[in-house]
Nanobody, 124 residues
Framework: QVQVVESGGGSVQAGGSLRLSCTAS????????IGWFRQTPGKEREMVAN????????TYADSVEGRFTISRDDAKNTVALQMNSLEPEDTGTYYC?????????????????WGQGTQVTVSS
């Protein structure tokens, strides 16, 4: 199992930047696919970006492509989400999720491990 904790949320004006961190416990962190998700009231949680277990493949939602960058540092058990050119539409609670790599390869859709979330507010 793995436990993940998010940090780095806050309030920023449109056009600004924030960096979120997802820190995980456990010795097998490098066997997990890590994803960042966000949720706003009344809407379903949506995937923002994810990174595979080796850090060689990343996926982004169309709405953040070119503005957000996900990266991982397995030595520190962390995955970062650098968010630039933030827009008010990026406001929400951001969650870090983890999935064992074989589950991801089999096409599992429900992420098993979640953090408590961190709030991001972008004002216009």
């Amino acid at each position: 199992q793995v436990q993940v904790v998010e940090s780095g949320g806050g309030s920023v004006q449109a056009g600004g930047s924030l960096r979120l961190s997802c820190t995980a416990s456990g010795r097998t962190f490098n066997n997990y696919v890590i994803g960042w998700f966000r949720q706003t009231p009344g809407k379903e949680r949506e995937m923002v970006a994810n990174i595979n277990w080796s850090g060689t493949r990343t996926t982004y939602a169309d709405s953040v492509e070119g503005r957000f960058t996900i990266s991982r540092d397995d030595a520190k058990n962390t995955v970062a989400l650098q968010m630039n050119s933030l827009e008010p539409e990026d406001t929400g609670t951001y969650y870090c999720g983890a999935m064992w790599y074989t589950d991801y390869l089999r096409g599992r859709s429900d992420w098993e491990f979640w953090g408590q979330g961190t709030q991001v507010t972008v004002s216009s």
